[in-house]
């Protein structure tokens, strides 16, 4: 009987999260048709600034974001991401996940920050030089433009609002972020 009220208590920890998590559009692409075809994981190593969110939210809950990335031998993907809660002075919050990487599905990481609830992420732009990726969850309602640098040239802002534009997207609706750090 115990067992059964845990269980009942994590099903609907895990349900509110999701729904509390979305950003509030119920915008559904076909992910894997936007999604870059050839893709090499190594380049995602390293260290990521957030410059950009897509997503209906007004007020992130997470800014001045940073990635880092780095693969073990056994080829799991640790994730560690590092922000400032509401604002780029906010208090300092820590995640630390872990994700996975298919070479038959080469533009797909699937990640995860709490338990086993992996969720999949899709590359659908790279750089030539690997400096800027357009990253999308699964559904198409968040839109994440990571870059190896915190600040971009306006020539680059441009083209990376053309390709948001060309996925499918407004570009108006990108929040660049504000870039303190």
């Avoid at 692409?29 to 990521?48: P, R, S, T």
């Avoid at 410059?51 to 560690?80: N, P, Y």
């Avoid at 338990?115 to 790279?126: G, Q, S, W």
Wanted: aromatic share 12%; hydrophobic share 40%; proline share 3%.
């Amino acid at each position: 009987m115990i067992a059964f009220r845990h269980l009942t208590l994590l099903f609907l920890f895990t349900l509110s999260a999701l729904l509390f998590t979305n950003c509030g559009e119920n915008r559904v692409f076909n992910m894997e048709d936007k999604a870059v075809q050839e893709f090499n994981i190594d380049h995602f190593m390293g260290n990521w600034h957030q410059v950009a969110l897509l997503c209906q939210e007004k007020k992130s809950k997470m800014e001045a974001v940073t990635l880092e990335a780095s693969m073990d031998s056994k080829g799991i993907i640790h994730l560690f991401l590092k922000g400032h809660k509401f604002t780029p002075y906010g208090p300092a919050r820590e995640l630390t996940g872990k994700g996975k990487w298919n070479e038959k599905k080469p533009a797909v990481i699937r990640s995860t920050f709490f338990l086993n609830f992996y969720r999949d992420y899709y590359i659908l732009h790279a750089e030539e030089d690997n400096s800027v990726f357009i990253i999308s969850n699964h559904t198409g309602t968040r839109l994440h433009v990571l870059s190896r640098h915190p600040s971009l040239s306006s020539a680059e802002i441009e083209s990376i609002r053309n390709k948001v534009q060309a996925l499918g997207y407004d570009p108006g609706e990108l929040r660049w972020a504000e870039t303190y750090f």
